[in-house]
């Protein structure tokens, strides 16, 4: 199975910075086939970003995923608030579907 | 709107077998193109997909579990269901139900999640 390892495992940044989340796959994984999830405490997950780069209906433009073959990258462009939590990659090209192990996005 | 909730047991006892079901409402678990997943999250934990059914009633068990889990459908309900077998401690977990289309944008939908706990 292919195997996402995300870093950092936590990130401390204040409101109105800018978060830069990696994802590193075992394997190339196909753009196509990239997800990005936000976590909150006692929550589901939410889907944010598919295809690696394009936005899930109802997010907002301050999230934008980059990358292709084995690096992508989650980019909030500035810090809300409610953005403190936790992110997940996903790779649903290769079965198993497989999850990184998430970064955490906190307050500083 | 589609919305999808899980139900069944909180506290199943160890070498039994868990029993959850997913009910969607909004739109038809028949439709063409969706798949229907169940996922699980330990404590504290991330994220593992257990496996999926899709719209023809095919399913997909992730290798690590395949033995002991069934994933199955009843259309006349809107409902898919997941059984797993021979509980240990180690399955305990937030089982959570999500829907994707055609495997391309990612589990759009989700359950609110249901925390089973495997204990005597």
């Known amino acids: 199975e292919i195997v996402l390892t995300q870093s950092p495992g936590t990130l401390s940044l204040s409101p109105g910075e800018r978060a830069t989340l990696s994802c590193r796959a075992s394997?190339?994984?196909?753009?196509?086939?990239l997800a990005w999830y936000q976590q909150k405490p006692g929550q589901a997950p939410r889907l944010l970003i598919y295809?690696?780069?394009s936005r899930a209906t109802g997010i907002p433009d301050r999230f934008s995923g980059s990358g292709s073959g084995t690096d992508f990258t989650l980019t909030i462009s500035r810090l809300e608030p409610e953005d403190f939590a936790v992110y997940y990659c996903?790779?649903?090209?290769?079965?198993?579907?497989?999850f990184g192990q998430g970064t955490k996005v906190e307050i500083k | 709107q589609v919305q999808l909730q899980e139900s069944g047991p909180g506290l199943v006892k160890p070498s039994q077998t868990l029993s959850l079901t997913c009910t969607v409402s909004?739109?038809?678990?028949?439709?063409?193109?969706?798949?229907w997943n169940w996922i699980r999250q330990h404590p504290g934990k991330g994220l593992e997909c257990i496996g999926y059914?899709?719209?023809?009633?095919?399913?997909y068990y992730n290798p690590s579990l395949k033995s002991r889990v069934t994933i199955s459908v009843d259309t006349s309900k809107n409902q898919f269901s997941l059984k797993l077998t021979s509980v240990t401690a180690a399955d305990t977990a937030v089982y959570y139900c999500?829907?994707?289309?055609?495997?391309?944008?990612?589990?759009?939908?989700w359950g609110q999640g249901i925390l089973v706990s495997v204990s005597s």
């Open positions: 999500a829907r994707d289309y055609g495997m391309l944008y990612g589990f759009d939908y």
């Open positions: 909004g739109g038809s678990i028949s439709s063409v193109g969706y798949y």
């Open positions: 059914i899709d719209y023809s009633g095919s399913a």
């Open positions: 394997r190339g994984v196909s753009s196509t086939y």
């Open positions: 295809g690696a780069s």
């Open positions: 996903q790779q649903y090209g290769s079965s198993p579907q497989t």
